[in-house]
């Protein structure tokens, strides 16, 4: 019901930047909080940062400071600039939207198929 197109994974040594791009779309009544989970090898899939359709931010405490999520409402899109990578921070990064797909159905979560960050020197 929700198509996503993520952009933005790769390779990238420690200390450096990573810019993660998604665009949500689907036959959907109204999106509302956009954002991205992650999931490394071993571990269960966890909140990385959100932003809701107010413009609200959430973030892992470990990324505050050094990831910034930012919302495009036009284009149904979200992105995730993130800074001073490390180690811990390899996973696979996933979009996530908040969504209703008619006016009385309850809010739906659906994730993308994610995207690779591996932070490796």
């Known amino acids: 019901q929700v198509q996503f197109v993520e952009s933005g994974g790769g390779l990238v040594q420690p200390g450096g930047s990573l810019r993660l791009s998604c665009v949500a779309s689907?036959?959907?009544?109204?999106?509302?909080?956009l954002g991205w989970y992650r999931q490394a090898p071993g571990k269960q899939r966890e909140l990385v940062a959100t932003?809701?359709?107010?413009?609200?931010?959430n973030y892992k405490d470990s990324v505050q400071g050094r990831f910034a999520i930012s919302r495009d409402y036009a284009k149904n899109a979200v992105s995730l600039e993130m800074n001073s990578l490390n180690l811990e921070d390899t996973a696979v990064y996933y979009c996530?939207?908040?969504?209703?797909?008619?006016?009385?159905?309850?809010?739906?979560?659906?994730w993308g198929q994610g995207t690779r960050v591996t932070v490796s020197s």
């Open positions: 932003i809701t359709s107010s413009g609200d931010t």
């Open positions: 996530y939207a908040q969504a209703r797909t008619t006016q009385t159905t309850p809010r739906v979560d659906f």
């Open positions: 689907g036959r959907i009544y109204r999106f509302y909080t």
